[in-house]
């Protein structure tokens, strides 16, 4: 495993236990690694992302990790999102935009240098102090993997978004939207409050199927004209619109079943709480 960098302050390893890397801030030396115009880009964004009252310190944090054996997993923990994307690459690459608010900016800036990223075994994760009244913490990650990754992630305050991925991939949020793009595989997950936006490449699925809920959030769907597919979506509360052209046989109330072109894997997106929209791409 190779450490990455932190922008504007050195990064030292904390601890070194079976296979584990924990990093952790430490003050700025002169011997910090040159900073590039995109970690600049990235570390400004962070700083100026508004998460609520109060004063915040927020720094970019870049570890490179060898690819898991088996499957990548992505804790976003209480408050972060997780951003995957599918590259040509055989190593994978964590940006963690870790923040920290709190009633004054010397409060926030040492919440944040108690936030520590640990990486074990392909699990991607991060801990950090206990906080008091009008303080929060997080950390959000942008992962880019080899496209055949298989992946496992879980956030509680944020959305996850993967493109660009084949493999065996399962997710969990509790409440934040969800967007796939470019998918293949064995793709399932939901979410309980968020949207859930599906965009399908080619002419058919390439792999076992999808499977997409929500609970509180509406859904679309975008693919070609002439896609080929089981399809089945619907909704409890809402309703579904289609610009798609498809064959529909008897009573069609809130669940939408039918085949699409010459059929092939399933694809199923569904919502209890929104509507549905089947958009051409």
């Known amino acids: ?12 390893i904390g601890t070194l236990t079976t296979g584990a890397l924990v990093f952790r801030l430490a003050t700025a030396s002169s011997d910090a ?15 100026d992302r508004d998460r609520g009252e109060g004063d915040r310190a927020c ?17 976003g923990g209480n408050n972060g999102g997780i951003r995957v994307f599918g590259e040509s690459r055989r190593d994978v690459r964590l940006v963690a935009e870790v923040w920290a608010t ?4 010397d409060r926030a800036q040492e919440l944040m240098e108690e936030i ?16 008091g009244r ?36 399962r997710f969990d949020a509790l409440n934040g939207g969800v967007t796939l793009a470019g998918m293949a595989g064995d793709v399932r997950g939901s979410t309980v409050n968020g949207g859930v936006k599906v965009e ?22 975008e693919m070609a004209e002439g896609y080929s597919a089981e399809l089945e979506t619907g909704t409890v509360n809402g309703r579904i619109d289609t610009e798609i052209a498809m ?25 209890t709480n929104g509507s549905v929209q089947i958009r051409a791409n």
């Open 116 to 131: 520590r990223i640990q990486t074990d075994g392909g699990m991607v994760e991060s801990d950090g102090p206990e906080t």
């Open 200 to 221: 399908l490449e080619g002419m058919s699925w390439d792999g076992a199927g999808l499977d997409v809920t929500t609970v509180n959030g509406g859904v679309q769907l």
């Open 33 to 47: 690694p040159q900073v590039t115009v995109e970690q600049s880009v990235q570390q400004q964004a962070c700083e």
């Open 102 to 105: 709190a009633r004054d900016a």
């Open 134 to 169: 009008r303080e929060s913490w997080g950390v959000s990650w942008r992962v880019f993997v080899p496209h055949g990754t298989d992946l496992d992630l879980t956030t509680h305050n944020g959305g996850i978004a993967i493109s660009e991925v084949d493999g065996e991939v």
């Open 247 to 271: 064959e529909v046989r008897g009573r069609v109330s809130k669940t939408l079943r039918t085949q699409l072109g010459d059929g092939g894997a399933p694809i199923r997106v569904a919502t």
């Open 1 to 12: 495993m190779k450490a990455g960098m932190i922008i504007g302050s050195a990064l030292t």
């Open 59 to 75: 720094v970019v944090r870049e570890i490179t990790i060898e690819a898991p054996r088996g499957a990548l997993t992505v804790d």
